[in-house]
C-alpha cells in the first residue's frame, strides 16, 4: 500500500504563497493524483488534479493562483499556493484521483491570516 506523506504548510499572511509537497513511498507516475482541502466544519474537497501524463484541472476557487506539478523521481506531487486568501486555510492531503479511503495520509495545515 502506498503511503503518502504531506509537507510545507505554515502560517503565512493574505496574499503569500506556500509550496506543499506530497512524497509517495511507491511509484505513483501513472495514477491520477489530486490534492484536496478541509477546514473546521467542512467536507473534504478536492482542490486540484494532474494526470499521469501531466493534464492538470482546478476548481474555481482556486484556478488562477494554485499550481500542481508532479515528478516522478522523486515519486512527488506540489502545490504552489499564491494569493492566498483566508478561505484557504485549511488541512490539505494529497491522494489518488479519486480519492482511496486506505491512504490518506495526516495532511499538511495552512493557516492564512487575514
Known amino acids: 500500500q502506498v503511503q503518502l506523506v504531506e509537507s510545507g504548510g505554515g502560517l503565512v499572511q493574505t496574499g503569500g504563497s506556500l509550496r506543499l509537497s506530497c512524497l509517495a513511498s511507491?511509484?505513483?507516475?501513472?495514477?491520477?493524483m489530486g490534492w484536496y482541502r478541509q477546514a473546521p466544519g467542512t467536507q473534504r474537497e478536492l482542490v486540484a488534479f494532474i494526470t499521469g501524463g501531466g493534464v492538470t484541472t482546478y476548481d474555481d476557487s482556486v484556478k488562477g493562483r494554485f499550481r500542481i506539478s508532479r515528478d516522478n523521481i522523486p515519486n512527488a506531487v506540489y502545490l504552489q499556493l499564491n494569493s492566498l486568501k483566508f478561505e484557504d486555510t485549511a488541512v490539505y492531503y494529497c491522494?489518488?484521483?479519486?480519492?482511496?479511503?486506505?491512504?490518506w495520509g495526516q495532511g499538511t495545515q495552512v493557516t492564512v491570516s487575514s
Open positions: 511507491g511509484n505513483i507516475e501513472t495514477f491520477t
Open positions: 491522494n489518488t484521483c479519486p480519492h482511496s479511503s486506505k491512504v
